[in-house]
């Protein structure tokens, strides 16, 4: 009965490279949010996909970031050219319908990006 | 542009005691309110929920609150045991996927 998984768990880049977090939902949920969480702040909404579709990336910085989730496989979030902003924990919540309230998500354990 | 405040970052509590925790936000749109709670390593995992049209929601040692009209819930936790030691999170909606957070209160229990 495995959770939401997220790996790596502890990620270290330089900054100008890539970031590359995984997150595989809880088996049957085919719905995924990601969201950061800033030092001293609180968990802030990124973007939810479905299967090969992103439903709203409203959160989303508009540059160097992108998410998918495919037909197969875990969502993928992508920081390109990474700066020392970047650094905080990314957490990635799976559902099992979109019909959305929070209650219906669950959490992985979270992506602490340190960039340096 | 925070919607979420709690301004208590941390609580120490003696076993058997209650917990309040405070939560207040700016959005009136938020209708749909929600209490995680995070262990270290772990991620946030649901405690409690209430929707707007109610004021009070009970399950267990945990009851929630809200004051609409002040744009203020609370989570009160009685008795307060060890394993309640943990980070806890306000969270708020628009009856959506769309969860705006709090920075988190750390609760303390002390034996």
């Known amino acids: 009965n495995a959770g939401v998984m997220q790996n790596p768990r502890h990620l270290v880049r330089r900054r100008g490279q890539e970031a590359r977090l995984r997150c595989s939902p809880m088996?049957?949920?085919?719905?995924v949010y990601w969201y950061r969480q800033l030092p001293e702040e609180g968990l802030k909404f990124m973007v939810y996909?479905?299967?090969?579709?992103?439903?709203?990336e409203s959160g989303m910085p508009k540059e160097r970031f992108s998410a998918e989730f495919p037909k197969e496989g875990p969502s993928i979030l992508r920081i390109q050219q990474v700066v020392r902003g970047d650094s905080a924990a990314y957490f990635c919540?799976?559902?099992?319908?979109?019909?959305?309230?929070?209650?219906?998500?669950?959490f992985g354990p979270g992506t602490r990006l340190t960039v340096t | 542009d925070q919607q979420v405040k709690q301004n208590s970052p941390s609580l120490s509590v003696q076993e058997g005691r209650i917990s309040i925790l405070n939560c207040d936000y700016t959005?009136?749109?938020?209708?749909?309110f929600l209490w995680y709670k995070k262990y270290p390593a772990e991620g946030p995992t649901f405690l409690i929920s209430?929707?707007?049209?109610?004021d009070k929601n009970e399950d267990g040692r945990f009851t929630v609150f809200l004051n609409k009209s002040a744009k203020h819930l609370s989570l009160h936790i009685v008795p307060s045991q060890p394993g309640d030691s943990a980070v806890y999170f306000c969270?708020?909606?628009?009856?959506?996927?769309?969860?705006?957070f709090g920075a988190g209160t750390t609760v303390t229990v002390r034996a």
């Open positions: 919540a799976s559902s099992l319908g979109g019909s959305g309230v929070g209650d219906g998500q669950y």
């Open positions: 088996k049957g949920h085919s719905h």
């Open positions: 996909l479905q299967k090969e579709n992103i439903i709203d």
């Open positions: 959005n009136s749109m938020f209708d749909y």
């Open positions: 209430i929707s707007s049209i109610k």
């Open positions: 969270a708020a909606s628009r009856n959506d996927y769309k969860l705006s």
